[in-house]
C-alpha cells in the first residue's frame, strides 16, 4: 500500500490545530488533510445522526443475536453462566469501544481500523501491520454479511419445521441466495431511498424488542407458566459441554454476548458518507452501545427466567433445527396458537433484512476503502463509484460473492460453514487488538500525542489503562473462541 509512506505523516499536524467546522467543505478539507481524495458526492446518504445510529443498532442486532444464540450459551453455561457472562462482556466491550472512538473523531475515514494501525504504528511496521488488519477487516465483513444472509434463511426454514414438521434441506442455501440478491439491488440502486429508511428502520428494531418483551414476560404471566426461580438465574450454573471445570463452560458461553457485541465498527466504514463524521460517529457509537447492550442484557433476563427447564427447551426437534429454533419454541410456549407463533416469528426474522441491507452497505465500504489504497488485486477497477447513485458499484458486485458461496457450503457441511463465522469474531476482534496494541505503543512513546480538542480524546493515562484492558480482554476473549 504506496499511501502509507506518503500519508503516515501528511497532514496529521494540520487536523489537530485546525479549527472546528461543520459542512460539507470541512469534511472534504480533513478528508485531503488526511491524504484521502473524496470520491463520494457530497450528496451524502447518512446525514442526520438517527439514520447513522438506525444504521449501527440494525447492523449488529445485539438483542436479537442474544435470542437466536440463547440455546448454545444456555446448554454451555446454564441460566447463570449466561446471565453473568453477558454482563462482563458487554461491560468490557464498551471499554474496548471507548477506545475505538478517540481515533473515529480524529481519523473519520471508511479505511477505519488499518489506517488507525498504520498512523499508530512504529513507522518500520506501520505498512504489514496495517495491510494485515486490512485484510482481517475485509475478510471479516464479507463473512459478516454471509452470516445474518444464512440466518434469514435458516429461520424461514424453522418457520417451516414449525408448522410442517420438516423442510427441504436445501431450503435455507435458496433463502440465502434470494437475501443476498436482495440487499444487492437495494444498495445498489436505491441509496436515497435506504438513506431515509435507516430511522424507522431502527423504529421497528425496537418495536418488535417490545412486542418480545410483551410476549414472554405478559402472556407467560397470563398463561400462568412458570418462571424459573432467582436461584437458578443467579447462581446456577452449567457444565453442558462435560469441560473440566464450570469456569470453562462458563468461558465458553461468553462467545455468545462476543459475537453479539462485535460490529460497531460498521459505522466507521461508512466514515466518508456522513456529514460531519468526526462529530457525529463517536456520539452515535457511544449511544447505540449504551441502548443496544442494555437491550442484549434485558433480552437474556427474559430468556434465563422464562425457560424453567433447559434440558426440556433443547430436547425438542424444533430447538435442534438451527439457531432460531428455540426462539420458535420459546414464542410456541407463551403464545400457544401456532398462526400466531409463526407470525411473531416471521416479525422478528424480518428485523435480520435490515440488518442485512446494511451489513452490505458497511461491507462494500470497507473493500472499497481497501482497492481505494491499492491493497487488492484489480483496485481501479474495485474502487469506482457510480456517479449517479454515489456508491461504489464494483465493490458492491462483489460483496456477492461471499454470501452466495457460503449459502452454498452450507449445503455439504453446515460444520464447516459455522467454522468459518466463527472466524468473523476472532479477525474483527483482531483488528481492535491491533489499535490498541498501536495506541498504547504511541502513548507510552510519545511517538502520536492526541489533539487536546478532541471531545472524545481519553489522555494520557487513561489511554494507557483503556488500550491495556483491551488488549488484555480481546487476547483472552480470542483464546476462548478459537
Known amino acids: ?52 445510529w438506525g444504521l449501527a443498532s440494525t447492523v449488529v442486532i445485539t438483542w436479537q443475536n442474544m435470542l437466536f444464540l440463547s440455546a448454545i450459551a444456555l446448554s454451555s453455561g446454564g441460566l447463570a453462566g449466561f446471565l453473568w457472562s453477558s454482563v462482563i462482556v ?21 479505511a477505519g481500523q488499518y489506517y488507525w494501525v498504520a498512523q499508530l504504528a512504529p513507522c518500520r511496521y506501520a505498512k504489514p501491520l496495517s495491510f494485515l488488519s486490512g485484510w482481517k477487516l475485509m475478510s471479516s465483513w464479507q463473512v459478516f454479511l454471509a452470516a445474518g444472509v444464512m440466518i434469514v434463511g435458516n429461520g424461514v426454514a424453522a418457520v417451516v419445521v414449525f408448522l410442517h414438521g420438516s423442510s427441504p434441506f436445501w431450503l435455507p442455501t435458496v433463502l440465502g441466495i434470494i437475501t443476498t440478491i436482495l440487499i ?65 463452560a462458563v468461558s465458553l458461553t461468553a462467545t455468545v454476548p462476543l459475537s453479539s457485541a462485535i460490529g460497531y465498527d460498521c459505522i466507521f466504514h461508512l466514515g466518508e458518507e456522513i456529514r460531519g463524521a468526526a462529530t457525529i460517529m463517536p456520539t452515535v457509537l457511544t449511544w447505540a452501545c449504551v441502548v443496544n447492550f442494555t437491550l442484549g442484557l434485558a433480552t437474556v433476563l427474559v430468556i434465563v427466567f422464562s425457560v424453567d427447564d433447559v434440558d426440556a427447551l433443547l430436547s425438542t426437534p424444533l430447538s435442534q433445527s438451527g439457531p432460531v429454533g428455540p426462539v420458535i419454541q420459546i414464542f410456541a410456549t407463551a403464545i400457544v396458537s401456532r ?70 457450503l452450507n449445503l455439504g457441511s ?56 483491551t488488549i488484555a480482554f480481546l487476547t483472552a476473549s480470542s483464546v476462548i473462541v478459537l
Open 184 to 248: 444487492f439491488v437495494v444498495n445498489r440502486w436505491c441509496p436515497h431511498i435506504l438513506a431515509k429508511a435507516e430511522f424507522p428502520m431502527l423504529i421497528f428494531h425496537l418495536l418488535v424488542f417490545a412486542l418480545f418483551m410483551a410476549i414472554l414476560l405478559g402472556l407467560r404471566k397470563f398463561s400462568g407458566l412458570p418462571y424459573a426461580t432467582p436461584g437458578d438465574v443467579f447462581f446456577t450454573f452449567r457444565n453442558g459441554g462435560g469441560w473440566a471445570s464450570i469456569g470453562a
Open 339 to 408: 398462526p400466531w407463533t409463526a407470525a411473531v416469528s416471521i416479525m422478528l426474522i424480518a428485523t435480520l433484512i435490515p440488518c442485512c441491507i446494511n451489513s452490505d452497505t458497511a461491507a462494500s465500504r470497507q473493500l472499497w476503502a481497501f482497492a481505494e489504497d491499492g491493497a487488492l488485486p484489480n483496485s481501479a477497477w474495485i474502487q469506482r463509484v457510480d456517479e449517479k447513485n454515489a456508491v461504489p458499484s464494483n465493490a458492491l458486485m462483489l460483496t456477492l460473492i461471499a454470501p452466495i458461496g457460503l449459502s452454498l
Open 90 to 110: 458487554f461491560v468490557a466491550m464498551f471499554v474496548v469501544y471507548i477506545g475505538l472512538r478517540e481515533k473515529a473523531e480524529r481519523w473519520p475515514v471508511a
Open 1 to 52: 500500500m504506496k499511501f502509507l509512506s506518503q500519508r503516515r505523516h501528511a497532514g496529521v499536524e494540520a487536523i489537530e490545530l485546525s479549527e472546528p467546522e461543520n459542512g460539507d467543505a470541512a469534511d472534504t478539507k480533513r478528508m485531503e488533510e488526511m491524504g484521502r481524495k473524496p470520491k463520494i458526492p457530497l450528496t451524502r446518504r447518512l446525514v442526520h445522526r438517527q439514520a447513522v
Open 414 to 469: 453446515p460444520i464447516a460453514l459455522n467454522a468459518i463465522i466463527s472466524l468473523v469474531i476472532v479477525n474483527l476482534m483482531a483488528s481492535y487488538l491491533l489499535v490498541a496494541s498501536t495506541s498504547l505503543y504511541s502513548r507510552c512513546t510519545g511517538a502520536r500525542k492526541s489533539p487536546q480538542e478532541l471531545i472524545y480524546g481519553l489522555g494520557h493515562r487513561t489511554g494507557i489503562a483503556v488500550d491495556s484492558f
